[in-house]
């Protein structure tokens, strides 16, 4: 048996919609993400599905994301793979905001292409992922894709061959990640996004990227706090999760550099400079949803690695 596991992650980080995305551990050792485990070749492919939040998925494993990104690794490849028996641990809730959809895709092209001897090479491999995870959210987007394939955060570069560039991090910075234990479909949450934005507004969206990218390579902290703001898709998901204004109104009381929808939501995301106010985040989080059973809550730490062989 070989396992592969591929971490959870941050699209958008607030100020750069479509263009960030940061992949997170749990401090606590917490496998937070995805496991695929190949068990052996068969006659047929096969897909046995486990792990705390297995109810989430369709109940016919036909419809899977891993069988369907063995499809299009197959095709990508050009020739007749043997058939496998895996084993799906799902870590994450569907629906999240924490890019559960791009880590099944991500940790199964993967292993995949790891046990089958690297046919494709890394930039194959991230737009392979980044197409199969289009079809779920309605788009090709690679803010989800690239953290949980490389780690780190990632700007992604879409007029550039490079496709994504590494950014720094303050090593100090915790985020503190709570799911409320409620399903928001992607696709539900850019239905409610405005279709143009102003001038006003682009020049806006243009200068808190900018701002926020510089103040890291700056290693200014007070600088990145202040840019991390969102101008596209927070004023059109609030509505999706009213709860935000107040949790964020309560935690930055504290001192907590910043309060966020991670991803499409309704996961909110709680940027700490310390220990203390991530022990803080993660209390008074977890305390907020802990009436569904569903719901987490964990202190993470940048992912320094994407996916991997375990």
């Given at each position: 048996m070989k396992s592969y596991f591929a971490p959870a992650s941050t699209g958008n980080f607030s100020v750069?919609?479509?263009?960030?995305?940061?992949?997170?551990e749990a401090v606590d050792g917490t496998l937070l993400g995805d496991e695929l485990q190949i068990l052996?070749?068969?006659?047929s492919m096969s897909l046995e599905l486990a792990g705390r939040y297995v109810h989430q998925l369709p109940g016919d494993s036909n419809d899977n994301?891993?069988?369907?990104?063995?499809?299009?690794?197959?095709?990508?490849?050009?020739?007749?793979?043997?058939?496998?028996?895996?084993?799906l641990v799902k870590h994450l809730p569907v629906g999240s905001g924490l890019g559960s959809s791009a880590c099944s895709i991500v940790v199964a092209c993967y292993a995949f292409n790891d046990y089958?001897?690297?046919?494709?090479?890394?930039?194959?491999?991230?737009?392979?992922?980044?197409v199969c995870e289009g079809g779920v959210?309605?788009?090709?987007?690679?803010?989800?894709?690239?953290?949980?394939?490389?780690?780190?955060?990632?700007?992604?570069?879409?007029e550039s061959p490079l496709l994504y560039r590494k950014l720094p991090w303050f090593s100090h910075w915790q985020v503190v990640l709570s799911y409320p234990g409620t399903v928001l479909s992607t696709k539900a949450a850019r239905a409610v996004l405005p279709q143009q934005l102003t001038l006003k507004h682009s020049i806006q969206f243009a200068g808190t990227v900018a701002r926020f990218v510089a103040a890291l390579y700056s290693e200014d902290e007070t600088e990145a706090f202040a840019a991390l703001k969102d101008v596209v898709?927070?004023?059109?998901?609030?509505?999706?999760?009213p709860e935000l204004p107040a949790i964020r109104a309560a935690l930055m009381a504290q001192g907590i550099g910043h309060v966020g929808i991670s991803g499409a939501g309704p996961t909110l995301f709680a940027l700490c400079s310390t220990p203390e106010q991530a022990a803080f985040a993660r209390d008074y989080l977890a305390a907020h949803y802990e009436k569904n059973a569903d719901?987490?809550?964990?202190?993470?730490?940048?992912?320094?690695t994407g996916a991997r062989a375990l």
């Open positions: 750069g919609f479509d263009l960030l995305g940061a992949a997170f052996g070749e068969a006659d994301l891993v069988l369907t990104s063995f499809y299009a690794f197959e095709q990508k490849v050009g020739r007749s793979l043997p058939r496998l028996n895996l084993r089958f001897g690297k046919p494709l090479s890394e930039r194959e491999l991230l737009e392979l992922t980044a959210s309605g788009g090709v987007h690679y803010d989800n894709v690239a953290p949980s394939l490389h780690g780190g955060l990632q700007l992604m570069l879409p898709a927070e004023p059109a998901r609030t509505p999706l999760i719901a987490m809550t964990h202190i993470c730490q940048l992912a320094t």
